[in-house]
C-alpha cells in the first residue's frame, strides 16, 4: 500500500484568499466524502464541515467547470443533527471530518447516500436493506494507528497525524477516538522521548492492540543510542508491549516480546496471530459483526467449496473453513499468505488452501481459478475489485459477498456483477469508523 509522504512541522504556506459567495446557500445533502452538497444556480457546489437542512455563507476555494468546493464561513441556520466535536484537535486535525454531526444521524445519511449513487449511476437498487452494523461506542473504538514523530530544530518534539489538506504532523496529547491502551502508550511514549534531545531520525510509530496487550513497531531512520533503546526497553515492560525497532535499511529488533499481543481474538473461538504492519480492521466490534452478517447471508452447508479473495489474515476464511468443505483464500502479501496458513493450522482447521497473487493483474493459469466453487467473499482494498470480478465471471457461484471500504468501488463493481447475472439481494453499511466520513458496506449478489 503507498502512503502519502509526510512533511513534518513548519508553519503552513499562505493560501490563495477563498472568496465568499454574495448569498447563503441550502444545503441539500452530505456527500459520500462528508462535505455538504449545494446547488446554488443549478451549479453542484461541495462545502466542508456543512450539513443538510443548513443555510450557510461559503467561501469559495475551488472552482471547476462541473462543480466548485468551499468551506463553511459563516453557519446561519444550523442543522438539528449538529453537535460539538468532542475532540480539541478537531479543526486542525486530518483523522476525523464528521465529529460535528451526530453519530446515529452520520450513518443515516451515509447510507442513503449509499443508495443514491447505486440507484443514479449503476441502475441497482437492494432487494432489502439490513440494519447498519455499528458499535456500541462512537469513540475509544480504534484498535490501529500509525502516528508520525518529528522534532523541530528547536527541539520540540511532534507526534500526531497529518493535519486537514496537508501532509504536515498536528501535535496530539490524546486521540478521542483510540482505545486506552493506545493513548496510554502515546502519553508514556512522549514523556520517553522528551527526555533526548536529538530524535529526528524516529519517523512514526505503529500501534495494533492485541488480545492481551499492544503491539509496537518503531520506525527509525538509524540505529538508537543505547540509553534510547534502554528507555523504550522500559516503557514496553511498563505496558507489556510487543515493542520493536524497524531500521530504515529493513533490520528489525525485538525490544520486549510479549506473544499474547500479537493475537487477535475472531467469533470468541479463534485467535489469529498478526505482526505490526498487517492489515487488522480497526474497530473489533464491527468486524465480529461483519464476519457475522456475511456467513449469515452466505448461508454456508457442509459440502460447499467457498473462495475468499483479499483475505488477509484469515478473518472471514477461517470461520468460512468451519463451516464448509473446503476453502481458498487468495492475498496479494505472501507474508500474510504464510499467518493466514499458520493461524489455521494453530485452530485445528485444516480444509484451507492459500495461494499469494496480485489479484489487481490478470493470470489466467493461476490455479485457484480453475477450481469450482459455490461462494465467493471479495474483501478489497479502495480501488475495489473491477479485474478480478472480471477474472471469476465463469465461476459463476450461487451467492457473492462483498466488503466495500469504498462506495464508489462498490457502485462501479456492482454494475459489472448485475450484469454478469447477479442481482443485489441485500445490502448493509457498517459503521467501521465512526466520526468519519468513511463508510464500509456489505452486499450480497445471489445468481438471478
Not at 351 to 378: G, K, R
Request: glycine share 6%; aromatic share 4%; proline share 5%.
Amino acid at each position: 500500500m503507498k502512503h502519502r509522504r509526510i512533511r513534518y512541522g513548519g508553519p503552513r504556506q499562505a493560501a490563495k484568499k477563498p472568496t465568499n459567495l454574495d448569498t447563503p446557500v441550502e444545503i441539500l445533502s452530505l456527500s459520500l466524502d462528508g462535505r455538504g452538497v449545494a446547488r446554488p444556480n443549478g451549479k453542484t457546489l461541495f462545502v466542508r464541515d456543512a450539513l443538510p437542512g443548513e443555510q450557510v455563507e461559503v467561501a469559495i476555494e475551488k472552482s471547476g467547470k462541473r462543480f466548485d468546493e468551499g468551506s463553511l464561513a459563516q453557519l446561519i441556520s444550523p442543522s438539528d443533527q449538529r453537535v460539538e466535536p468532542v475532540c480539541q484537535y478537531y479543526d486542525r486535525c486530518g483523522g476525523c471530518d464528521l465529529q460535528h454531526l451526530d453519530p446515529q444521524a452520520a450513518v443515516e445519511l451515509k447510507q442513503q447516500e449509499l443508495l443514491t449513487q447505486l440507484s443514479k449511476r449503476a441502475k441497482v437498487e437492494p432487494e432489502a436493506i439490513d440494519s447498519p452494523l455499528q458499535s456500541s461506542a462512537v469513540l475509544g473504538y480504534r484498535r490501529a494507528a500509525r502516528v508520525g514523530i518529528n522534532q523541530r530544530e528547536s527541539g520540540e518534539l511532534l507526534m500526531g497525524f497529518r493535519r486537514r489538506n496537508s501532509s504536515k504532523l498536528v501535535d496530539i496529547e490524546q486521540c478521542p477516538v483510540l482505545t486506552p491502551s493506545i493513548n496510554a502508550l502515546l502519553v508514556d511514549l512522549r514523556t520517553t522521548l522528551k527526555q533526548f534531545e536529538r530524535i529526528k531520525h524516529l519517523t512514526q510509530v505503529e500501534l495494533i492492540e492485541g488480545k492481551a496487550g499492544l503491539v509496537v513497531e518503531l520506525r527509525t531512520t538509524k540505529n538508537l543510542s543505547d540509553e534510547l533503546r534502554a528507555a523504550l526497553t522500559t516503557l514496553a515492560k511498563l505496558h507489556q508491549a510487543d515493542f520493536e525497532l524497524s531500521i530504515k535499511e529493513g533490520a528489525k529488533t525485538k525490544l520486549y516480546a510479549n506473544p499474547a499481543a500479537t493475537e487477535l481474538e475472531l467469533a470468541q473461538t479463534l485467535n489469529l496471530q498478526f505482526s505490526a504492519r498487517d492489515f487488522v480492521q480497526v474497530n473489533s466490534e464491527v468486524n465480529e459483526q461483519m464476519v457475522s452478517r456475511a456467513l449469515e447471508w452466505l448461508a454456508p452447508q457442509a459440502e460447499e467449496r467457498a473462495l475468499d479473495l483479499f483475505s488477509g489474515l484469515g478473518n472471514f476464511s477461517l470461520p468460512l473453513a468451519q463451516r464448509v468443505k473446503q476453502v481458498t483464500a487468495v492475498e496479494g502479501s505472501s507474508p500474510m499468505v504464510e499467518r493466514c496458513l499458520a493461524n489455521a493450522a494453530a485452530n485445528g482447521i485444516e480444509n484451507i488452501s492459500a495461494y499469494s497473487a496480485d489479484l489487481s493483474q490478470s493470470d489466467t493459469a493461476a490455479p485457484w481459478l480453475a477450481q469450482e466453487y459455490d461462494l465467493v467473499l471479495l474483501d478489497p482494498p479502495r480501488q475495489g475489485a473491477a479485474n478480478i470480478i472480471a477474472q471469476i465471471e465463469h465461476l459463476r457461484p450461487r451467492a457473492l459477498v462483498y466488503i466495500a471500504c469504498d462506495p464508489s468501488s462498490l457502485v462501479r463493481d456492482a454494475e459489472t456483477l448485475t450484469t454478469q447475472g447477479y442481482r443485489m439481494s441485500r445490502l448493509c453499511v457498517a459503521d467501521m469508523f465512526p466520526q468519519t466520513h468513511h463508510i464500509e458496506s456489505l452486499a450480497l449478489f445471489e445468481r438471478v
